[in-house]
């Protein structure tokens, strides 16, 4: 250690020099670094704009999520309120039987049983009667114990569908919310993009296809019939432009895309990329056949179909059409075999 030391010079003169030299050496580099400091990278805009269209992405995936649910909170609605119907009617009758039954216990059935049987000018006769009228009252009884347990029933689902439409308007103001978000990142989006030169422009879009491929041998053949089916839907849609939450035919986001070629092939996938990214068994990406859902980030936030030769047929963002890009153009969460 001691052999890699400097040793201090022991004249006051040179110490001087050194120190001057110090520090016009450092005068210069500050004033060689200034104005590099100042300029912004020339990419930080570019990097903006991803950063928007992901956050947009990740938006639009929650208003696709609140939407399947309030889709499916209708369903439910339309068939409680069946239900209910039904059960109202079946109450209806129920009471309009015991208003009946009760009528003809009045009738029959006013005065005492002692009097009316010394009053009877058929003892026998009377007593025929009372037993029948003895029956109707445990029938009655049956029956409003039956009334009652209907009553409950049906408020019981009146509360659930209440609640269900309580549900329903959150959803909706959810799925609100999020279309709020979405349209406001893809209008930063835009007025970042437009405000790229054309070189830097030109130079962000083949960014995004640029990336490695972590796949390059040839095509595999596809995992099975549907998804051999899934791909022809997905090459037919090449071309048409990205639509924010829509799933076809003319316009598709991500999910959309891979949900309506599935749906061409007789499958039905959930609506977002997450759902589907369980919608199948996971396999390796080095496995990956045509077909195959891609997850992209953590979160797979964006989804994309495994075409073959290292390509992934996807809706990219607002502004591109369908189209192919490489499998590796971000980073890949996992692969879904459906």
């Not at 959803?171 to 405000?195: F, G, N, P, Q």
């Not at 809706?315 to 980073?331: N, S, W």
Request: glycine share 10%; proline share 6%.
């Amino acid at each position: 250690m001691g052999s890699h030391r400097r040793t201090a010079p022991s004249s006051g003169p040179d110490r001087s020099a050194v120190v001057a030299l110090g520090l016009l050496s450092a005068a210069a580099t500050a004033l060689g670094a200034a104005p590099a400091a100042a300029a912004p990278p020339d990419d930080t805009r570019a990097a903006d704009v991803d950063r928007l269209y992901e956050e947009a992405e990740r938006a639009t995936e929650a208003y696709n999520a609140a939407g399947e649910r309030a889709d499916g909170l209708r369903r439910q609605i339309t068939a409680a309120q069946d239900g209910i119907a039904r059960k109202q009617q079946r109450v209806n009758t129920m009471r309009e039987s015991l208003g009946s039954l009760a009528g003809a216990q009045y009738r029959s059935g006013g005065m005492e049983p002692a009097l009316a049987l010394l009053l009877s000018d058929d003892p026998e006769d009377y007593l025929a009667k009372a037993s029948v009228l003895d029956r109707i009252t445990v029938h009655q009884v049956g029956e409003l114990r039956k009334l009652r347990s209907a009553l409950r029933s049906l408020a019981q689902d009146r509360a659930e569908a209440a609640g269900k439409f309580g549900a329903l308007d959150r959803s909706r103001k959810a799925a609100a919310a999020h279309k709020r978000t979405v349209e406001s990142k893809l209008a930063e989006a835009r007025r970042l993009l437009d405000s790229l030169p054309a070189g830097e422009r030109a130079a962000w879009d083949r960014a995004g296809r640029s990336a490695r491929t972590d796949l390059t041998g040839p095509g595999a053949a596809a995992a099975s019939g549907r998804a051999a089916a899934a791909v022809a839907a997905a090459r037919s849609a090449l071309g048409k432009p990205y639509v924010w939450g829509a799933n076809g035919p003319s316009g598709f986001d991500c999910s959309g895309l891979t949900q309506w070629s599935y749906a061409q092939a007789g499958v039905a996938l959930p609506r977002t990329s997450q759902a589907q990214r369980y919608a199948g068994r996971q396999v390796p990406l080095s496995e990956a056949r045509p077909g195959d859902l891609v997850l992209y980030r953590s979160d797979a936030s964006h989804v994309g179909m495994y075409a073959g030769n290292g390509q992934v047929i996807h809706a990219p963002y607002p502004g591109a059409p369908v189209r192919y890009d490489p499998v590796g153009m971000m980073p890949v969460s996992s692969v879904t075999r459906v």
